[in-house]
């Protein structure tokens, strides 16, 4: 009886048009994000292999000259674009892409494309995750908010429910009929994007690209199917299809429009994090505190390079400096970094109530586009910022210092430029990522089930109102 209540719900979109033409406009839309997407990650994935290249040759080709200048012109290292940026650019946009590595300080990422964007940018890209977070949505309402009231209207209901057919079975088919309505549409807009993935990914990463747009197409599977619920839920409750559609609509404004923003400044006030202002003068103190210690215990004076620090030991001084700021880096980004993460973690677990706010984060994650991916990078750059450090100071420490008075006229060349590596960083494989979105996975699942269990209760309470 289900499948013919689907297959008879299916054939009725198809007839009304609506399946035709709002379906249409947005696979319009997806396949257009998809190769603006497609386009941008070839561009910025050729202009960052490039840059990476030649910034790694200019660092080679320097002439002789003092180790410690060496160090403080340092390196760049670029973000690479992740595969999966061409469906979801998620934080990118706006944290950045290129992390200085000079000596003595661990710096920020900068150049993010958002400071040279238009007013627009504000209300986020046209990107395939955004048209399905916002519009997929909306599309689902616009199918199947008259599925139950709009028969109610009709008196189709009343005889349908008086030939002894099961509420859970008429939800049944029509969630089967919505389902498959949102299929045609998306599972050949799921297919050209795992070709474009597939054409777009490295030989070496085109596997885990494909996994991760698996469970990233899983995600957006479950996402949407709460809202089929949700929205069968809401016609059955509603007497009339325009009661439906506005408290549909209201719902789709409030998740769409008002909600992130307000659980964003809800998360920002429950873990606040510093200013950048507040944040650089409590490092400087610290960095201060340590070196002062660290000099002490070393040189029995916290005087930066006076008589008491000799030449013959300025090598030693520069590397005893730098090794006892890693810590200290490492507290204070650190904390700064848990804090966005804590205020991550309160907008995912308010998707339980809203799932927009879980399906942007397990989005952008499957995609490599979240915070848990750019932290992965700074923190490969700054282990890097050291590595190039410390081999500058341990050439210092083997023969500038020995050389005493003479320490600044001691030169090294290519032998030493060149062992310093290129920096390469890969992104994180489809496991690492499932298991820092295991949570979104969660609530987005728990949201389809308590979607369900709304429809079911709401379909069952249909008798009194058909």
């Known amino acids: 009886m289900w499948r013919w209540i689907a297959n008879r719900e299916f054939t009725e979109r198809l007839r009304d048009g609506r399946l035709l033409w709002a379906g249409g406009l947005v696979l319009v839309l997806l396949f257009t994000a998809l190769g603006v997407g497609w386009a941008h990650q070839r561009e910025a994935r050729a202009e960052q292999q490039a840059a990476q290249a030649l910034d790694y040759r200019d660092w080679l080709a320097q002439d002789r000259r003092h180790p410690h200048d060496a160090a403080h012109q340092g390196m760049h290292a670029f973000k690479p674009e992740a595969p999966l940026a061409m469906v979801d650019a998620g934080i990118n946009p706006y944290i950045g892409s290129t992390v200085w590595l000079q000596a003595h300080r661990q710096s920020e990422v900068k150049f993010n494309p958002a400071q040279d964007a238009t007013g627009l940018q504000r209300f986020g890209n046209l990107s395939v995750g955004w048209i399905l977070q916002v519009l997929g949505p909306l599309l689902v309402i616009v199918l199947g908010f008259n599925a139950f009231a709009g028969e109610r209207e009709q008196g189709i209901l009343r005889q349908t429910l008086s030939l002894g057919v099961s509420p859970l079975r008429l939800l049944a088919g029509k969630a089967l009929a919505l389902a498959a309505s949102l299929a ?9 994007a795992a070709l474009a993935v597939g054409l777009g990914a ?26 089929v619920f949700v929205v069968l839920g809401v016609s059955a409750l509603c007497a009339t299809s325009r009661a439906a559609i506005t408290v549909l609509l209201a719902l789709w404004v409030a998740q769409a429009v008002m909600a992130p923003r307000v659980l964003s400044e809800a998360a920002r006030a429950a873990y606040p994090s510093p200013t950048r202002l507040e944040f650089n003068q409590a490092l400087q103190a610290e960095l201060k505190q340590v070196s002062d210690r660290t000099w002490l215990q070393a040189f029995g004076t916290t005087e930066r390079w006076g008589r008491d620090v000799p ?11 730098d090794q006892a700021s890693y810590p200290v880096y490492d507290r204070h980004y650190g904390r700064l970094w848990d804090t966005w993460e804590r205020q991550q973690r309160l907008q995912e677990w308010s998707g339980l109530l809203l799932p927009l706010l879980a399906m942007r984060s397990y989005s952008m ?55 310093v590596p290129p920096f390469v960083h890969r992104t994180p494989r489809v496991g690492w990522a499932l298991r820092h979105q ?18 079911a209760v709401a379909v069952r309470r249909q008798r009194a109102l058909a």
């Open 184 to 192: 045609v549409l998306l599972v050949p807009a799921a297919l050209v």
């Open 365 to 419: 994650g499957m995609a490599g586009t979240d915070f848990a991916h750019h932290r992965s990078f700074t923190t490969a750059a700054e282990l890097h910022r050291r590595r190039l450090q410390d081999l500058m100071s341990e050439d210092l420490v083997a023969h500038a210092d020995p050389l005493g008075d003479r320490h600044f006229a001691y030169q090294s060349g290519p032998e030493l430029w060149a062992k």
């Open 311 to 321: 030449l013959r030991q300025w090598g030693i001084a520069l590397r005893l400096d």
């Open 202 to 227: 490295a030989p070496g990463e085109r596997a885990d690209a494909l996994l991760r747009l698996s469970a990233w197409s899983l995600g957006y599977a479950v996402y949407l199917g709460a809202f």
């Open 438 to 455: 295991l949570r979104s996975l969660a609530v987005l699942c728990a949201g389809l089930l308590l979607a369900a269990a709304f429809a």
